[in-house]
């Protein structure tokens, strides 16, 4: 039985690079996962290469800086599998100018 069976892991900023190896680990190990990310296309196309593997998996546009996308993230993989035992805080984002040149705005985004 794989390690992860029966349980159910969110990987935020899983379309691509570290969360979408991380998304794709967990599903070999047999967890039920949500591919959450800020790019709806990428978080998809991961969710899609899960399943053709036989793993189960919901892809989200999440973006982590809204607490209703964070709400909404929560909210249906509760509905979907009743449970969310695996978190993975992983969203990042690419500041555009230096810290020197730093808009406000773009600060509290960071």
Excluded: C
Excluded at 59 to 77: G, I, K, W, Y
């Amino acid at each position: 039985m794989p390690r992860l069976e029966n349980r159910t892991a969110i990987v935020t900023g899983a379309g691509q690079g570290i969360g979408r190896a991380l998304a794709i680990g967990f599903a070999r190990k047999g967890a039920e996962g949500v591919i959450a990310d800020v790019n709806e296309a990428n978080a998809i196309a991961v969710r899609d290469e899960i399943q053709a593997a036989g793993g189960t998996a919901l892809a989200m546009r999440t973006d982590v800086s809204h607490e209703d996308s964070v709400q909404s993230m929560l909210e249906n993989p509760l509905r979907e599998f009743r449970k969310v035992e695996i978190l993975v805080n992983n969203a990042g984002i690419y500041a555009l100018s230096s810290v020197k040149e730093m808009r406000e705005e773009e600060w509290d985004r960071e």
